[in-house]
Antibody, heavy 123, light 107 residues
């Protein structure tokens, strides 16, 4: 059974750095083709893909947020960490992590999602 | 970045109706398109990948079609549990992008 759970602060101040942890079970990031992505959703708005880290440590980032994001993994702990620097109120959103897997010739799929964690940016 | 545009943004339908949602990509994405369903306060759920392949466990009333730039999601007979917001997502190239969502409401 695949599960993912996001954890981190519910409230951060403007200019601070946000650190979120995705703890997962039911798969391993040492398995070829396995990845974890982060996606966020401001209240009442659409989904926005942020970053992805692969089993072989390849990393991919949102174009607009690339300078502020860092994604890393600890395979032994089954965890993926996302840091976002210089937080602003517009970054207030629910942040999700999702398992991402290679599906043969069908590319990489977001198949299992965590429940999400709401992060509010306010002084 | 590839822009994904869904239409309509919202629709009202009755139980038993056939519903179609359209997603258009700003450039060709082959069939690297997924559809998600999201209910209020919940995480998105994967429905379809590769434009027309059903995720395991998803009922066959959901179907997808399209290739290139134009795609559709069809719900053959709307049931109460299908009232939700639906998102398309392209994974042809980075950064991955989502449509703005289509909210399906009860008429």
């Amino acid at each position: 059974q695949v599960t993912l759970r996001e954890s981190g602060p519910a409230l951060v101040k403007p200019t601070q750095t946000l650190t979120l942890t995705c703890t997962f079970s039911g798969f391993s990031l040492s398995t070829s083709g396995m990845c974890v992505s982060w996606i966020r959703q401001p209240p009442g708005k659409a989904l926005e893909w942020l970053a992805r880290i692969d089993w072989d440590d390849d990393k991919y980032y949102s174009t607009s947020l690339k300078t502020r994001l860092t994604i890393s993994k600890d395979t032994s702990k089954n965890q993926v960490v996302l840091t976002m620097t210089n937080m602003d109120p517009v970054d207030t959103a629910t942040y999700y992590c999702a398992r991402t897997r290679r599906a043969g010739g069908s590319g990489y799929l977001l198949d299992y999602w965590g429940q999400g964690t709401l992060v509010t940016v306010s002084s | 970045d590839i822009q994904m545009t869904q239409s309509p943004s919202s629709l009202s339908a009755s139980v038993g109706d056939r519903v179609t949602i359209t997603c258009r990509a700003s450039q060709g994405i082959s069939n690297y398109l997924a559809w998600f369903q999201q209910k209020p306060g919940k995480a998105p759920k994967s429905l379809i990948y590769a434009a027309s392949s059903l995720q395991s466990g998803v009922p066959s009333k959901f179907s997808g079609s399209g290739s290139g730039t134009d795609f559709t999601l069809t719900i053959s007979s709307l049931q109460p549990e299908d009232f939700a917001t639906y998102y398309c997502q392209q994974y042809n190239s980075y950064p991955w992008t989502f449509g703005q969502g289509t909210k399906v409401e009860i008429k």
